[in-house]
């Protein structure tokens, strides 16, 4: 509860202020960064949080789960890309502006708050994670996935950053919604398992 009340605090904030303090700052100092490779792997990250490359990789996780016989777990993707589209709806509904220090090419377009690929990757990387520790029994190779995808998620929600597409807290607030959806599915699963 504590959670999801400090996440509507910092969502009502979004919404009545254009950036948060050392937004600015926090941005310049990231993109002071800049480096080649570092515009590549930004670059990658920006396609991977697409809508096409999204809907497949949830669609064949679904299909894939659904197939293996672990319908509760499809439907927990499924239902995940719901919370995706609410996420989407919430942009529209807070219109915070996006800033306008871009980098390495990178093209922007609607409203910044919440980051949807910060959404997506906490999201998605969470169910990730979730599967991963009920699916690979070994302990050396699920931990290594698992912080792979971990750090996939960092690394998503830094090169929103990194691009100049997003301010750091609309990256937080998308990985706060995200986290929160993904409580959200657990515990419905959870309850609906238990019954």
């Known amino acids: 509860m504590a959670g999801l009340a400090l996440t509507v605090a910092v969502f009502l904030l979004a919404w009545a202020y254009p ?3 050392g937004d600015e700052r926090a941005l310049r100092s990231v993109q002071s960064l800049e480096t080649n490779s570092l515009d590549a ?4 990250l920006d396609a991977m ?3 096409p490359v999204v ?3 949830m669609g064949g996780v679904i299909l894939a789960l659904f197939f293996m016989g672990r319908r509760a777990d499809a439907a927990m993707v499924a239902m995940g890309a719901i919370l995706l589209a609410v996420g989407q709806a919430l942009k529209l509904a ?3 502006a996006r800033p306008e220090q ?3 090419g990178a093209e922007s377009s609607g409203f910044a708050f919440p980051s949807g690929h910060s959404v997506y990757a906490m999201l998605f990387g969470g169910l990730l994670i979730l599967f991963a520790s009920q699916l690979i029994r070994p302990s050396w190779p699920r931990r290594l996935a698992q912080a792979g995808v971990a750090a996939w998620v960092v690394a998503m929600g830094a090169s929103r950053v990194y691009l100049g597409v997003h301010w750091p807290s609309d990256v937080i607030g998308g990985f706060m ?3 929160i959806s993904l409580t959200l599915i657990i515990m419905l699963r959870n309850t609906l398992n238990s019954e």
């Not at 792997?41 to 990658?44: F, L, Q, R, V, Y």
Request: no cysteine; aromatic share 14%.
């Open 94 to 96: 807070i219109g915070r």
């Open 102 to 104: 871009l980098v390495a």
């Open 177 to 179: 919604f995200g986290a």
């Open 41 to 44: 792997i930004a670059s990658w």
């Open 19 to 21: 950036n948060f303090p």
């Open 49 to 51: 949080g697409e809508l």
């Open 55 to 57: 809907a497949a990789l």
